[in-house]
T-cell receptor
Framework: QKEVEQNSGPLSVPEGAIASLNCTYS??????FFWYRQYSGKSPELIMF????GDKEDGRFTAQLNKASQYVSLLIRDSQPSDSATYLC??????????FGKGTSLLVTP | DVKVTQSSRYLVKRTGEKVFLECVQD?????MFWYRQDPGLGLRLIYF???????EKGDIPEGYSVSREKKERFSLILESASTNQTSMYLC??????????FGPGTRLTVT
């Protein structure tokens, strides 16, 4: 079984703070990594994609990948109440399907 | 923009009924997927298809079947609905190795 581990949360951060979401995976064959955001009652939407070690920044979001340690993280700077959602990590290897984690619930409090 | 549509947002069926959930994508994607999502269990893959008429079992295929007669359409079939199949069902599509795009979901209740 290829495991993807995420802390279920909820992770509570005050508005304006940095939210740090972490994901570890067991499949060393994972090539690329996706972060999805899912608002309550809605379907997941892609917010970040990373395939190289290091950092990738997109606006307030930064994805960090460390293949040697088999973890990927998502940082959200200047967190807003609208960032409150569940964040799903999804490593991908050479197969067809993504392997989704169960997600971390983030709550940004005003 | 990629668009994935699902036939119903909400569906209520009785135990033992045959249920069809349909999914259509408009981006000529090769791959299509059916998931169910339950609180605390995350997204679980039921079936996927990588080409017309091709299908592969996911993690929880029992009680389900699928059909893909056309590239843009992927159907999930519950042969005899049971109460433990009450769930949110999500369809997704992708090009191989790339991100999956999800439909809005169908919340199915089996009574």
């Amino acid at each position: 079984q290829k495991e993807v581990e995420q802390n279920s949360g909820p992770l509570s951060v005050p508005e304006g703070a940095i939210a740090s979401l972490n994901c570890t995976y067991s499949d060393r064959g994972s090539q690329s990594f996706f972060w999805y955001r899912q608002y309550s009652g809605k379907s997941p939407e892609l917010i970040m994609f990373i395939y190289s070690n290091g950092d990738k920044e997109d606006g307030r979001f930064t994805a960090q990948l460390n293949k040697a340690s088999q973890y990927v993280s998502l940082l959200i700077r200047d967190s807003q109440p609208s960032d409150s959602a569940t964040y799903l990590c999804a490593p991908h290897n050479s197969g067809y399907a993504l392997n989704f984690g169960k997600g971390t619930s983030l709550l940004v409090t005003p | 923009d990629v668009k994935v549509t699902q036939s119903s947002r909400y569906l209520v069926k009785r135990t033992g009924e045959k249920v069809f959930l349909e999914c259509v994508q408009d981006m000529d994607h090769e791959n299509m997927f059916w998931y169910r999502q339950d609180p605390g269990l995350g997204l679980r893959l039921i079936y996927f298809s990588y080409d017309v008429k091709m299908k592969e079992k996911g993690d929880i295929p029992e009680g389900y079947s699928v059909s893909r007669e056309k590239k843009e359409r992927f159907s999930l079939i519950l042969e005899s609905a049971s109460t433990n199949q009450t769930s949110m069902y999500l369809c997704a599509s992708s090009l191989r190795g790339y991100e999956q795009y999800f439909g809005p979901g169908t919340r199915l209740t089996v009574t």
